[in-house]
Each structure stands twice: as structure tokens, then as C-alpha cells.
């Protein structure tokens, strides 16, 4: 077998020089050069050979290669694939959920939650978080968050509590619309989150949203900032319906979370704690709720609204008793009825004047805004005093509720001392001789003097110095 190799790829005679190697040559042994003579007649193989070589000489010599495309080409980004979860509308779940597999976790809680499957021994402890999940509706993109739920590591995404949604004032319709429902969430009345049947459950493909995002986006908030409890929608002791003798909602059948509070190392606590003695730092943590969050955020952001609102106000430790007094004639001002709030223990009183009873929940905002938050608000079972906007008011600020039974207002010391105002009133038009249009300010008045009047029931001290000491 003959191997050919051309020297030189340009002809410059007619004697074209060949390396000629045989198969006996030896090894180590270059190739003699052999002149072969050509005739004048073109030689077929020799001007293939020629061409060949020149082409390739040129391919390899160029570097640089322009190419003119046309005007409408446009290059494809390349773009990973995001992965998709699941959001899932369950009206059966007592509280929503969250995996940081498709949900940007902004911060994590202390508390821990027991959460109870379908079987009462299969019991799961997961800590309190709040986190943002994205979902991408007709070329747009909308953020959606919750707060103060579980973080279940590698669930299948979203767990949408239907109850907590509603509780947070959202609309959401779960029927599928095979049967006449809408199937959607709307939020903040113009943005609706579609709703699909899906293996029998409502779901919506979400995923984890990247930080630009997270930035840059508005977050529609699906749950309130408080400690969240279902029990407190319990309608089994308010229904007017016979319950079946031997039931109870007390045994713990219907037991689906439970909220502990996880207590940390006091010996890891001690530089933040001046390095005291770690008696002195355990005995500080059993007198503290710890309930404030653990931001996450690696950039520190500006909030205009607090984190955490029942920590901007001032807590009263005591119970505070509240009822809606109504009076006959209008006032100056145009003022209807008033809202008394009554210290049980200092006797300490605050009325504020109100145009109608609508306003009374932003009333419960100006008195925790002007006197601080108490522990507990008692009133009747009125449809002003026991509505949504109240309630939220409370879970916001952390106040618990308590209300009195019905045709017993007795059990209401609010109730006694507006008797006890509109009698000094009275007395007060009667010797004056005043219109009873004044009776608002005339109230203010009244409330003005028994709180820097000395009781007997408070050692003759008054409701004044009981409060602020």
C-alpha cells in the first residue's frame, strides 16, 4: 500500500514532487523524495488533488468569519426551566402550609406546631414561618405570601388553609366550575388567581420566586401576622342545634395543631445575654413569649408597616370592659352614641364620641393607639362588637376576646358605669340648665373628673394613679 503526500499545494512546474513511502520501509527512516515526471497532458488525480488541498489551506489559515444576517433574526436566550409545585385549596385543613422547595422563606419562627395527619399517631413538630411563593397568569407575574404558617420541608408546595384565607378578609370560591362554582381566589377585588380540579383537589401551579423578584414585586399577603387559631371560629358552642348526647369537641378527637414554643440553649445565648450566669439567662427566657420572627433576608430592607404591630404598643394588664352607649339626641359635632372602655381593676375610664356604631372598630384602634393594648376585651355579643374588622383588630394586637352571655348584661361592668355617667350628666343639665346637645362634651367632662377622683375600692387612691402610677 502506497501512502501520497503533497509538499507544497501550489504548482509551480510540471514535476510535482511526492513523498513516496513503501510498506517495507524501515522504521525511523524518512521517506525519500522521488521525482515522477508528468507528461503535458493534465493529469486528472494530480489537479483533484490540487483543489483538494488548496480549500483546505484556506479553511485553516481563516480565523475570523463574517456573516450577514438578516434583519428580523433574533438570537434565543437560553433560560433554565423553573420547576413547578402545587398550590392546593383545602376547606378540611385547620391551617395552611409551606415548603421551601418552591416558596422564598422570609423568615422563620420560634414556635413550633404539632401538626396531626388523617391517623392520631401520625404527629409531625415543624417551626412557624413566612414565605412567598410566585405564580405566573397570563405573561404576568404575582406574588403571593403567607405568615405564620408550618414549614414542611419537601412537601408537594402551597397549602391554602380556605378558613385562615377567609379569616384574612380574601374571597375565595373552591367549587369547581364543572358543578357552578368559579374557582378562583381574588385578591384585593381585581386580581384572580385561577383554580384548577386537579386529581380531586383545587390546584395552582406556584413556584419559587428569585430574589429580583421578591424585590421588586408587590406581595399580596394571604394570612394575617398573628398567632393563628382555628378553635376561635368554633360553632358547635354558639349553635342554636341540638347536639348529640356524649359529643364533645373536647376530647381531643378534632385535634389538629397544637403551638409550643421552642426553648432554646441558654449557654448559646450568653454573648447576646452580656455573658451572665445561665440560671439568670434561662430564668429570662420562662418570662418571655419570644414570639418575635427571625428575618431571613440576607439585604436589609425598609419597612414603612411594622413586622410585628402588637409590639409598637404599649400592653395594659388588665381587663378592659367596653359597651356602646346611644343617646336620644344628636350633638355638637354629630355625634350619636359613644364607646366606653372600663378598667376592671383600676376603675380607669375612656370614652370617645361616635358618629355611628360602624366606627366603633376604629375606635378600638385610637384607644390602643392613645392607652396601649390590654390583655382581654370583654363586651356583649353585638353585631359591631363581635364582626371581622373587630376581631382582626384584636388578633393584631394580640388581645383576647370575651363576651357575655345573652339577656345578661349584668355580666358586663361597662354596662353599670355608662348608667353611672348618664346619671352625673343628667345632674349636670339639670343644675346648669344646658342643652342636650352638650351631652358629648358634658360626658368627656364627667369621665374627665371619676378618673382623678379618689374611690374607697382603690384605698383611696385614684383610677388615674392606678393606671399610669
Known amino acids: ?101 418552591y416558596a422564598f422563606i422570609t423568615s422563620t419562627h420560634d414556635t413550633q406546631v404539632t401538626v396531626d395527619g388523617c391517623h392520631p399517631h401520625t404527629s409531625k413538630t415543624y417551626n412557624l414561618c413566612d414565605g412567598i411563593v410566585a405564580i405566573d397568569i397570563n405573561n404576568s407575574t404575582y406574588l403571593l405570601g403567607m405568615r405564620g404558617v408550618p414549614l414542611i420541608p419537601n412537601s408537594i408546595g402551597m397549602l391554602l388553609s380556605e378558613l385562615q384565607v377567609r379569616a384574612y378578609g380574601i374571597e375565595i370560591d373552591s367549587t369547581p366550575r364543572i358543578f357552578g362554582g368559579k374557582g378562583h381566589i381574588v385578591i384585593n377585588g381585581n386580581i384572580r388567581i385561577p383554580l384548577h380540579l386537579e386529581q380531586g383537589l383545587m390546584t395552582c401551579p406556584i413556584r419559587k420566586p428569585n430574589l429580583q423578584e421578591v424585590k421588586s414585586l408587590p406581595v399580596y399577603w394571604l394570612t394575617n401576622n398573628e398567632v393563628w387559631d382555628p378553635s376561635y371560629y368554633d360553632e358547635i358552642h354558639k349553635s342554636t342545634d341540638i347536639v348529640p348526647q356524649g359529643y364533645g369537641c373536647t376530647r381531643g378527637i378534632i385535634n389538629l395543631s397544637k403551638s409550643s414554643t421552642k426553648v432554646p440553649d441558654a449557654t448559646l445565648l450568653s454573648k447576646f445575654f452580656l455573658y451572665r450566669p445561665v440560671d439568670v439567662i434561662k430564668h429570662t427566657l420562662s418570662c418571655t413569649t419570644r414570639l418575635a420572627t427571625s428575618i431571613d433576608e440576607l439585604n436589609m430592607r425598609c419597612h414603612y408597616k411594622s413586622r410585628i404591630p402588637m409590639l409598637n404598643r404599649p400592653r395594659i394588664h388588665e381587663t ?118 352638650l351631652w358629648a362634651i358634658c360626658a368627656i367632662f364627667v369621665v374627665y373628673i371619676l378618673n382623678r377622683m379618689a374611690h374607697p375600692l382603690l384605698e383611696n387612691q385614684t383610677p388615674f394613679e392606678v393606671r399610669h402610677g
Not at 475570523?64 to 434583519?71: A, D, E, G, K, N
Request: glycine share 6%; proline share 7%.
Open 320 to 437: 378592659y370592659a367596653t359597651d356602646t352607649w346611644f343617646a336620644n339626641t344628636r350633638a355638637i359635632g354629630g355625634y350619636t352614641c359613644a364607646q366606653i372602655f372600663y378598667g376592671t381593676k383600676s376603675r380607669f375610664i375612656v370614652l370617645y364620641p361616635m358618629k355611628r356604631e360602624g366606627n366603633g372598630p376604629q375606635i378600638l384602634e385610637d384607644f390602643i393607639r392613645d392607652h396601649g393594648a390590654p390583655f382581654t376585651i370583654r363586651s356583649d355579643n353585638s353585631q359591631m362588637q363581635s364582626s371581622t374588622l373587630w376581631s382582626s383588630i384584636c388578633r393584631k394586637y394580640n388581645i383576647a376576646q370575651a363576651y357575655t352571655e345573652p339577656n345578661h348584661p349584668h355580666q358586663n361592668p361597662a354596662e353599670r358605669y355608662i348608667g353611672h355617667v348618664i346619671g352625673l350628666v343628667s345632674t349636670i343639665f339639670d343644675r346648669t340648665g344646658a342643652p342636650d346637645k
Open 1 to 101: 500500500m502506497m501512502k501520497k503526500q503533497l509538499r507544497d499545494s501550489r504548482p509551480s512546474s510540471n514535476n510535482i514532487h511526492l513523498f513516496c513511502s513503501l510498506d517495507d520501509t524501515q522504521p525511523g527512516q524518512s521517506p525519500t523524495p522521488v521525482d515522477i515526471q508528468t507528461s503535458e497532458e493534465p493529469d486528472p488525480f494530480s489537479d483533484t488533488m490540487r483543489h483538494f488541498m488548496i480549500r483546505a489551506h484556506r479553511k485553516l489559515v481563516t480565523s475570523v468569519t463574517r456573516v450577514r444576517l438578516p434583519s428580523n433574526f433574533h438570537f434565543l436566550e437560553h433560560k433554565a426551566t423553573p420547576v413547578y409545585g402545587r398550590l392546593i385549596s383545602d376547606s378540611r385543613a385547620d391551617t395552611g402550609a409551606l415548603s421551601d422547595t
